[in-house]
């Protein structure tokens, strides 16, 4: 997005480029619309515009071919994932999705996802905003803006307290945020290759999805041919789609993990009012300005216990969720892939590096994405179905209470054997009192039998 008036805004042409276009009414007429919004702290309609103008040129429709080629890999992982795993299928539909495609059925959920943070952000923004607008002196204006308004506007009540524009600051910060996440989620639509890349059940529940434009991508300098990509990570979609779909109690799970860290996080004052303070009246609308100001480190580290144990708590769930599709996707992938290996490290490179749109996320909203200790929970998966076989191993989804600890990952081998020290539970007994027999004899968790 170039500098200057954003979504839209600019100058009439031949006229002073700092003065909004028309006589200022226009200018005025946009902003109150853009502040009308009323669904939460984040104008959610706005960060979906600024998503999809983020791609700029680089999206492109989804070809009829390509449509074919996903529905083929989908259905070849599936039928591959079959002996390897209890959990049958968990896609009834199998789209290729563009990159736009993308932002719109995933933003859904990440409104459930940063609107609790956010609200902190926004409140801290708003008081600063407010803050800076009282400052002004008399209700003066710099000369630039007071030139953009109406002839006949009364100043003193248009800025006094109770006027509108003291009115409209109560969603500047929510369209800031707004601008500066949807920035953050168009720079990731760049850049995944699925619904689930990231670990989040992010996309419509029962679809799995490839992004056929990112996956040429991710297969460009590999020296692997474009339909052993594709199946590869169409396994690892697939897989995900599985155990989301069959895990009933996981979706909300995951979700209140995230929510609990979140309203937890907290924002400093102080980095906010410096990033206030960069922004002046003629660059308060420009993203790419707050963007930079945003680099600012306004999350301060979690330093209660109830906020460690959170974090801790939701880095588990996202490094067993990745582990138990790495596992599995690999198992399967190995019988029929040549470049299997060579796949595998390569996603899991890139999941623990990041990629720019996810470190514009965690900036923002003060929440990585990258799943810490993978290798650990796929080492321990494996183990797992080396013991006690692929009901004993995926019939600990069966509740919460089953799953391995962080404690855990780092002795795999105690898990496996149920003598984990300290462990209150008898994890292979609570199984078999799940299964109604022995571990080998399990079946898949239902909504009957595993709750919340």
Known sequence: MSGGLPFGFGPTPGGDPNRP???GAPFFAELERLLSWQGGPVNWELARQVAVRT???TDRAVRPAEVGEVENALRIADVWLDPVTTLPSGATTAAAWSREKWIEATMPVWQTLCDPVASKVVEAMRTGISSGLSQLGGGDLPPELAGALPPGVDLGRLMGAGGPVMQMMNQVGGMLFGAQVGQAIGSLATEVVSSTEVGLPLGPAGTAALLPANVAAFGQGLGVSDEEVRIYLALREAASNRLYAHVPWLRSHVLGAVEEYARGIAVDPEAVGR???MIDPTTLMNPERLTEALGEDVFADADTPEQKA???RLELILALIEGWVDHIAD???????????KLREMVRRRRAEGGPGEQIFATLVGLSLRPRRLREAAALWEALGEARGHDGRDAVWAHPDLLPSAADLTDPAAFVAGTTPGSEVDIM????KLNGGSPEGGTPPTSDDAGS
């Open 21 to 23: 276009s028309g006589s």
């Open 55 to 57: 791609l700029g040129s």
């Open 275 to 277: 990033v206030m303070r």
């Open 310 to 312: 959170a974090l801790a």
């Open 331 to 341: 198992t399967a992938a190995r019988e029929h892939l040549p470049a299997a290996v």
């Open 429 to 432: 007994a609570e199984i078999e």
